[in-house]
Every structure is written in C-alpha cells, then in structure tokens.
C-alpha cells in the first residue's frame, strides 16, 4: 500500500530561511526557521527555497520524490518584483530574452521568460521598511521563470540596472498565494496535478 503524505502551502514571511532548523547552533540561536511557524509533521520539506529575504509562497511535502520531481520539472514560477527605478521596456524585454548572471563564480545565461510591468499588487505591508518613492521612482514587475538559480530574480533585476527591492513569489504551477498572509499555512489535498 502506498504511503501517504501530506502537503502544505504557506506564506514565507521575509527574515525566514527556507529550512526546518540548523545543526548549526549560532546560525540556530540567530535565524528563523519554518518549524517557528507551524507544527509540521516529521518528514516535511519544503520544496525549493526563498531566500532569507524573499517572502511569498512555499510548498511543503513529506514526499521527498515528489520535491525532487517539482524541483527538476521546469514549472513555473512567478514573483512580483518591486524595483529601484523606473523600469524600462528595453530593460523588461531583455529579461525576457534572458541575461547573464554569476552562479556559483561562473557566468550563467538565464532562460527565457515572462516578464511584464504591473500595478502596485495588493500585498501584506512588509514589518522591514522598504524604501519610498521620496528617494526616487520604484516600479512593480512580474517575472514568471521556469528555474531556480540560487538568488536568480534578484541577480536579474539588478544585472538590467534595477535592483530588487523586495521580491514575493505568488504563483507556483497552478497554486497561487491567494490572500495568505505572513505566516499563514494551508494544508493541501495534492500539490502533484497542480503544479506537474
């Protein structure tokens, strides 16, 4: 018979790191960790990551072969990008086309995606203060990728001359954050139909 597994959706807030724990007892002692958030059954992972900075929607399984299949399968995934700048379509167009970025000390050409400019998303107010339209112009952007380069949305804003200055990832497959608020964790039926 077939184990069966659970899943969950949540809502990373911004200042946690994508992992349970750390065997690491300072970087423990100093970080949150998702096991802050909810009291996840044994076995869970997250599938992919959020950086420590990044907010938005993370999936959660006990089935290590299905985070292994979503994570290899070149889904899509999109975030909405707050920038510094007032974006161009030059710019957005040579997201789209794809740009180089540092991975890993080598120079890497992203592939092609969505990107387009949006209006001001309705969003949970972050608790750490983004900077205001006071020191210049800020744009909104959605990018929808189909990889998951360490850091890759930020490394791309910023290799078209507008860094990011706070990025929410709302859309993974077919699950979306919806109206999740930080913190926030919804168990799910199935992530596999939605997002293979």
Request: aromatic share 8%; net charge positive.
């Amino acid at each position: 018979m077939a184990k069966s597994h659970t899943h969950f959706k949540l809502y990373k807030p911004y200042g946690y790191i994508s992992q349970m724990y750390s065997n690491d007892e300072r970087q423990a002692r100093k970080k949150r960790f998702l096991k802050d958030l909810y009291n996840f059954p044994d076995g869970i992972m997250p599938i992919g990551r959020l950086d420590e900075k990044s907010e938005g929607l993370l999936l959660m399984t006990t089935d290590g072969k299905l985070s292994n299949t979503v994570n290899q399968s070149g889904i899509e995934k999109e975030y909405y990008t707050l920038v510094d700048g007032a974006i161009t379509n030059e710019a957005i167009e040579t997201l789209c086309n794809g740009v180089k970025i540092g991975v890993k000390g080598e120079k890497y050409l992203t592939k092609p995606c969505k990107a387009k400019q949006i209006d001001t998303p309705s969003l949970p107010t972050r608790k750490k203060k983004i900077r205001d339209e006071r020191h210049g112009p800020t744009t909104w952007i959605s990018i929808t990728i189909t990889e998951g380069k360490f850091r890759q949305v930020r490394k791309m804003t910023s290799a078209v001359g507008f860094p990011t200055l706070r990025l929410v990832r709302v859309r993974i497959g077919d699950i979306y954050l919806e109206n999740l608020q930080p913190g926030d964790v919804e168990t799910l039926s199935s992530i596999a139909s939605a997002v293979i």
